[in-house]
């Protein structure tokens, strides 16, 4: 059992930063892969970014260069720096993990989400 807890989210003006937060507690040393999902409202479930166990890294087209993902495995943390936000990345972002590579189906645990409002 791996339990999530995000943090970091706001109200931010466009081109703006936020550095999200998920802390990991529980059987954290059996995670393949962690990745940040978000979703806005009437929109799907997006993947944003994704860190594998040997620190292989892939980000949807939509953020490249803006957002990095990152993890300190000493404080079980899972990070995302979103730079240069944009009003179109407005929405609730979730942490999750795999136990079985980054595949979007194989995130079998998540975290409630933190909300993150770009305004223009």
């Known amino acids: 059992q791996v339990q999530l807890v995000e943090s970091g989210g706001g109200s931010v003006q466009a081109g703006g930063s936020l550095r999200l937060s998920c802390a990991a507690f529980?059987?954290?040393?059996?995670?393949?892969?962690m990745g940040w999902f978000r979703q806005a409202p009437g929109k799907g479930r997006e993947g944003v970014a994704a860190i594998d166990s040997d620190g292989v890294t892939n980000y949807a087209d939509s953020v490249k260069g803006r957002f990095t993902i990152s993890q300190d495995n000493a404080k079980n943390t899972l990070y995302l720096q979103m730079n240069s936000l944009k009003p179109e990345d407005s929405a609730m972002y979730y942490c999750?993990?795999?136990?079985?590579?980054?595949?979007?189906?194989?995130?079998?645990?998540w975290g409630q989400g933190t909300q993150v409002t770009v305004s223009s």
């Open positions: 999750a993990a795999s136990l079985f590579g980054c595949a979007p189906d194989e995130y079998k645990y």
């Open positions: 529980g059987y954290t040393y059996s995670t393949d892969c």
